[in-house]
């Protein structure tokens, strides 16, 4: 009689999650050689230059219109700073989101999984990142990190939605915008330099999110079936929609001594502004095109919301 082969261990992992931990794997490495400590690394008591830019003038949402060009250089200097703080308390808000997101992905999965432990090692690069942004935000006397009431109530809906798999198209969406926003920052030595240093720990930090976030949605993606993913389509514009409402608070333009309602008016009718938007989100528009979650049904909608050229 033959022997009965030894059975292994453990069954041996399908390709898929294997990829998944060998991803997780890297990323942990990479984590652990590149983290920074925003409290020590960023010199928060350097005075802030009242005539530098934190944006190139050209990224500013009203640049251009006769409303910019009413404004001195020292005031269109200043509001590109109110804008960042704007973006930068937007992103704290879609930060705490995401976190939210992260947590349930772990409370799902299995903490023993290098999958789960990169997903809190990326909530701890989020703490981090938030009590940079509102340092940031404090630091150029802007006055708050909350969002509009409206993202607020939007950003409870989607805890009550509990869809970890539209918090990782989320991410992709909002992590490639900025990033695309701040790689512009660091190029651009005339800046000020306290925007440009949160924005280089922000950029160095983010690539291992969006390495993460891609594959786990092409996997879910290629899971899903033909109606689950007509409603997600429409759940990501929407998403992406308000995540670029929310970047220009209206108080941006009241802090500037502007009619808030004209301003908004301009921003959504500058051509210059539009680019802006459609720059930022090439990366994840791309992105979801190759994968089908932008589809030829969809995209025009894209176009309309001024994320697609
Ligand atoms: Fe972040
Ligand atoms: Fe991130």
Excluded at 195 to 204: D, F, W
Aim: glycine share 4%; aromatic share 8%.
């Amino acid at each position: 009689m033959r022997d009965t082969p030894a059975r292994p261990v453990r069954e041996r992992a399908p390709a898929r999650t294997l990829d998944r931990e060998q991803n997780a794997a890297r990323l942990l490495r990479a984590s652990a050689r590149h983290s920074f400590d925003p409290e020590t690394e960023i010199d928060w008591d350097a005075p802030i230059d009242p005539d530098l830019f934190a944006l190139p003038a050209h990224r500013v949402a009203l640049y251009g219109t006769p409303l910019w060009e009413s404004l001195d250089a020292r005031r269109q200097a200043q509001l590109s700073v109110h804008q960042l703080a704007s973006v930068t308390s937007a992103g704290i808000w879609f930060e705490l989101v995401l976190m939210e997101g992260l947590i349930r992905h772990v409370y799902d999965g299995d903490l023993t999984t290098r999958h789960a432990q990169y997903a809190l090692t990326e909530v701890a690069d989020e703490c981090r990142h938030s009590t940079m942004f509102a340092r940031y935000i404090t630091a150029t006397g802007y006055p708050s990190a909350r969002p509009t009431p409206q993202a607020h109530r939007r950003g409870k809906l989607h805890f009550l939605l509990n869809d970890t798999t539209l918090t990782f198209a989320g991410a992709i969406f909002v992590e490639e915008f900025t990033d695309a926003m701040q790689r512009e920052m660091v190029r651009d030595e005339t800046l000020q330099p306290l925007a440009r240093a949160v924005a280089r720990i922000h950029v160095i930090e983010e690539a291992r999110h969006i390495g993460y976030a891609r594959p786990e949605l092409e996997r879910r993606w290629a899971a899903m079936g033909p109606a689950r993913r007509a409603v997600f389509r429409r759940g990501l514009l929407v998403l992406a929609r308000l995540a670029v409402a929310e970047l220009v608070h209206p108080r941006v333009y009241t802090l500037a001594g502007l009619d808030a309602r004209a301003a908004r008016q301009a921003a959504a009718e500058n051509p210059h502004w539009r680019q802006a938007r459609i720059d930022w989100a090439r990366k994840a528009v791309e992105f979801f095109t190759e994968l089908g979650v932008i589809d030829r049904r969809t995209a025009p909608r894209w176009r309309r919301a001024g994320l697609l050229g």
